[in-house]
């Protein structure tokens, strides 16, 4: 069988061993010494200014940020309040419209006579027609208010920022 050899890498003429073909030379980054420059008063104050000039653009646009928050906060609080009361007025709708369906359905079972029945029947259409045209009358002037109570601090945000912008 063969023997296995090892191989050493050669070594140069100062005894060290040399770095393969592949291998990347070590050197060292000169150090540099930075003089110490003063700057020049304009230049100083040139950089103040705009150190304050961001600071003031960054609070500026931190109280419209503050402010758009609170509008939308305000604006999501009145929409929810108003889905609400147009929800429970939708309920109390139905509830009055199903007791007002049973009602009839009792007075009908009731009516002894063919006309009876007629008149029983138109009676309960009439007041019913009333009752719905009522109902759509306090949900439209609900459903208007809501519109109006959640577009409101939308306007009023706006007319703020127009009226800082001017």
């Known amino acids: 069988m063969a023997e296995a050899t090892t191989t050493t890498p050669p070594k140069t003429k100062t005894g060290k061993p040399a770095t393969s073909a592949f291998e990347m030379p070590k ?4 150090k540099f010494d930075i003089p110490k420059v003063e700057m020049p008063a304009a230049f100083r104050e040139f950089a103040e200014r705009g150190v304050a000039q961001c600071k003031d653009t960054y609070e500026k646009m931190k109280a419209a940020a503050e402010e758009a928050t609170d509008m939308l906060e305000t604006t999501y609080s009145t929409a929810t309040r108003g889905a609400s009361d147009y929800g429970l007025k939708v309920i109390e709708a139905a509830r009055t419209n ?3 369906a049973f009602d009839f359905a009792g007075e009908l ?6 006309s009876e029945a007629i008149e029983v029947s138109s009676a309960h259409v009439r007041k019913q027609f009333e009752v719905f045209t009522k109902q759509g009358k306090e949900l439209g002037a609900l459903a208007q208010k809501v519109a109006t109570d959640t577009a409101e ?9 127009f009226n800082k912008v001017a």
């Open 27 to 30: 050197f060292e980054m000169p």
């Open 98 to 100: 199903t007791n007002a």
């Open 109 to 114: 079972i009731t009516a002894k006579t063919f």
């Open 153 to 161: 601090p939308i306007k009023n945000g706006m007319n703020k920022a």
